[in-house]
């Protein structure tokens, strides 16, 4: 697990909550976050307001590189419509607890059968919560974006629901964890 942020006291607090179920390591820049972040890594918590390199910049430059492990972004940013194109996992502003913090983390790593669908849905409604609760709604309308992400979170949840029987316990699980 990476921890990034350039706050040394928050990303050491985020290291502290994390380490009794993780191994973790600090980057403090989000330089230091691109030269240390690889495949090693399953997780990185990512702040966005960074004075080096900006946390959006960090993203979608371990996506490029082909970074395929979780990314949450974990910041007191206020989301913007701006997210929708962003290539996160999940979206949790500060301050966050330990028990959503591992808990998030739990619910993207720790899913046995892997499918890309429901990763894709979670990483959908990650958006669209995180969008819902600081937006109004004529904002949220107003944009194409939103519009299609809502109809495709509506789509796979009509398919993951038909295939997977245990998809409603595992969408109230997500849901407890994003709300808290």
């Known amino acids: 697990m990476l921890v990034v942020d350039d706050e040394h006291d928050v990303a050491d ?33 990512l702040d966005r307001r960074m004075p080096d390199v900006h946390g959006d910049d960090v993203l979608s430059r371990l996506r490029e590189r082909g970074y395929d492990g979780i990314i949450i972004m974990l910041t007191a940013v206020d989301a913007d419509l701006n997210i929708l194109e962003m290539p996160f996992d999940d979206y ?16 993207h790593l720790d899913r046995p059968d892997e499918d890309d669908r429901l990763d894709e849905y979670f990483r959908i409604s990650s958006k669209l919560s995180v969008l819902e609760r600081e937006k109004s709604a004529s904002q949220l ?13 509506r789509e796979l949840e009509w398919m993951l629901h038909a295939e997977n029987d245990d998809f409603e316990e595992l969408k109230q699980t997500y849901q407890s964890i994003s709300r808290s």
């Open 13 to 45: 607090t985020q290291a502290l909550k994390l380490g009794e179920r993780y191994e973790t390591t600090v980057a403090y820049s989000g330089q230091a976050a691109l030269d240390a972040a690889g495949p090693e890594f399953d997780a990185v918590l």
């Open 92 to 107: 949790l502003q500060k301050p966050v607890g330990q028990s959503t913090l591992l808990s998030t983390l739990d619910q």
């Open 141 to 153: 309308e107003s944009s194409a974006e939103y519009t299609e992400l809502k109809e495709r979170a």
